[in-house]
């Protein structure tokens, strides 16, 4: 399905072409556009509705000015366009500053306005047979606890470009790794039995390390339901193993239930434990040791990860013989890359910032590219009330779960405001403001232009013979082509975000789409004495309603039809 901008970025390949310089950057004559033919939308409309840099390239080869580069790119790009036939689609060309402005043609944008009409739903996707396959884990959070606020933003973040990969024809999988085995999980079902024998008049400390929250009297109330009183009467090993298996699989269970509420499955579940059992760790160490590069040294097996570019070599199975967590994660990758993914791709928590390099070099060890292996830290969230921060204790009684925050300020609110900025920016997060009913909330800001324009489209009594072909020539004022403008940009949005791998870009256009559509909205009547102009803007205002939708549905927040 080619789009304005694709087309536009043959007629820029070809003008490249006729300026010799295809091949100097590194350019196909054929194929996808590469990231230098790819589109800018610029964020002043004064410099144009579409913008392209791939000048500086041109003038850091030729040593020439990047305003004079930008020039003759601007006249060979004039030339493109019409020899393709877009005459008509640009209205003027702009060389300004070494970039490359386009303004588009009223005829163009009237011509995007019947493709959403005639789309609908699925204005901005794209079908691609090409496009990559792609695994994304994300959360992964140990099932010792609830998930905190940091997994929450974690889930919208992974969630939301699972969708917008999907949105741009990427074959998606989504996966939790579960680390459900090892020490944590031992301490768990400890800290498990200490809570069951204080319910039970038999208080037992809770162990060194182990776990104190709250949470766990609760699991301990299902665990005496369950069981009754006679676990402590079990011999010690096969009490802790009930104690460890029955907390483990509420607390999964209790994640599951959190997921779902804001809208998130997972379409697959990779137990550690499952790793190991299968067979996968051993055969995954054994690739390595046939290929020489572990090591036995201090008693340890030593995996030699510098020989891939990471500053020491680590340690897989600890001279007492258990693994380390860098051993099922060998395995767990060595299978995403066997199950024939094009790109593996992990979000993770700022404290594994430190164990990416190991891992891309135990990818490259197996045999892999290492660059098809993508690693992205996804930072803290900290939260406020008016301004002042909540300090994310428990024992203050504010909310730092991702359960809490859904309860006190909604999924819809949640999710936008969890993706409101990159997802390596630290993000602080207002919960007064996030559950406001006011222009100052962005999320119901949103929705609530969305919900108006199902209002005024409830109204209309226009004959169909006037709606069938509504006259979108007569949408000329500044705020109606202002709303066309930004229509037009919602695939290229996508594709920007999608090539970034960050949805927040999204959050950013619903908002300025919104806020352009309000002010039309105010300056303009929609159905008015004018049939026929009522007939055109009542098609500008649905067009509109169906990007807002197909938007916040990528985020996987609601489009409601009242507010």
């Known amino acids: ?56 390239q041109i003038a850091a080869r030729r040593r020439q000015p990047p305003a004079q580069a930008a020039e003759e790119l601007s006249t060979a790009f004039g030339l493109s366009c019409r020899g393709a036939g877009l005459g008509g689609w640009v209205e003027r060309l702009e ?14 944008l009237t011509r995007v306005l019947r493709t959403i009409l005639r789309q609908g739903p699925r204005y901005g996707t794209h079908r691609d047979p090409a496009a990559p396959s792609i695994t994304i884990e994300f959360v992964s959070a140990n099932p010792t606890g609830p998930l905190s606020v940091a997994h929450g933003r974690q889930a919208a973040v992974g969630d939301a470009l699972a969708r917008l990969l999907r949105a741009r024809g990427c074959r998606v ?44 009297s609760d699991v301990a109330q299902a665990c005496l339901r369950r069981y009754g009183d006679r676990l402590l009467e079990l011999p010690a090993p096969e009490a802790l193993s009930t104690f460890t298996a029955f907390g483990r699989e509420y607390l999964i269970e209790e994640i599951k239930r959190d997921l779902a509420r804001c809208g998130l499955s997972f379409d697959r579940w990779v137990s550690q ?25 201090e008693e340890a097996t030593w995996f030699a990860s510098t020989k891939f570019g990471d500053d ?20 767990y990758h060595q299978w995403k890359f066997q199950r024939g993914f094009d790109r593996v791709l992990n979000l993770w928590g700022p404290d594994h910032h430190g164990y990416i390099q190991r891992l891309k070099a135990a990818v490259a060890a197996l045999g892999f590219r290492a ?19 909540i300090p994310m204790s428990k024992r203050q009684g504010e909310f730092v779960t991702f359960r809490e925050v859904m309860d006190e300020v909604g999924v819809d609110a949640m999710r936008f405001f969890f993706l409101m900025r990159t997802m390596e920016s630290h993000l602080d997060v207002d919960l007064e403001l996030a559950k406001s009913q006011s222009q100052e909330n962005p999320v119901y800001y949103v929705q609530y232009a969305h919900a108006r324009i199902c209002s005024i489209l409830a109204k209309e009594r226009l004959p169909w013979w006037i ?41 950013a256009y619903l908002r300025k789409l919104a806020e352009s559509f309000h002010v039309f909205y105010t300056r303009h009547r929609v159905i008015n004495q004018d049939p026929r102009l009522s007939a055109a803007r009542l098609a500008l205002v649905r067009a509109t309603r169906h990007v807002l939708a197909n938007g916040l549905g990528v985020l996987g927040v609601r489009a409601p039809r009242r507010m």
């Open 173 to 216: 999988t989504t996966e939790y790794y579960l680390n459900d085995e090892g020490r944590q999980m031992e301490l768990l079902g400890q800290s498990l039995r200490s809570r069951y024998a204080e319910r039970v008049g038999r208080p037992e400390p809770i162990p060194e390390g182990g776990y104190q929250g709250g949470y766990l």
């Open 371 to 389: 660059d098809r292996l993508t690693i992205r830290i996804v930072q803290l969230v900290t939260l406020s009330r008016s301004g002042k921060p």
């Open 312 to 331: 020491k070599d680590r340690v897989v199975q600890k001279r007492d013989g258990e693994l380390t967590y860098l051993a099922p994660d060998i395995a």
């Open 95 to 108: 060389a300004k500053g070494g970039f490359l402005n386009v303004f588009l043609s009223h005829e163009t």
């Open 467 to 507: 709606r069938l072909r509504p006259e979108l020539r007569r949408l000329e004022a500044p705020e109606e082509r202002l709303l066309m403008r930004l229509l037009l940009q919602y695939p290229i949005v996508l594709q920007l975000c999608a090539a970034a791998l960050e949805p927040h870009g999204i959050t």
């Open 273 to 297: 434990r499952w790793l190991r059992t299968s067979g996968r760790i051993h055969a995954a160490l054994e690739t390595l040791r046939r290929c020489d590069l572990l090591y036995t040294a």
């Open 1 to 56: 399905m080619w789009t304005i901008d694709d087309r536009l970025s043959l007629a820029l390949r070809e003008a490249l072409d006729r300026l010799g310089m295809l091949e100097p950057l590194g350019l196909k004559r054929d194929g996808a556009p590469e990231s230098a033919l790819r589109w800018e939308i610029p964020k002043n409309p004064a410099f144009g509705d579409l913008s392209n840099a791939v000048a500086f």
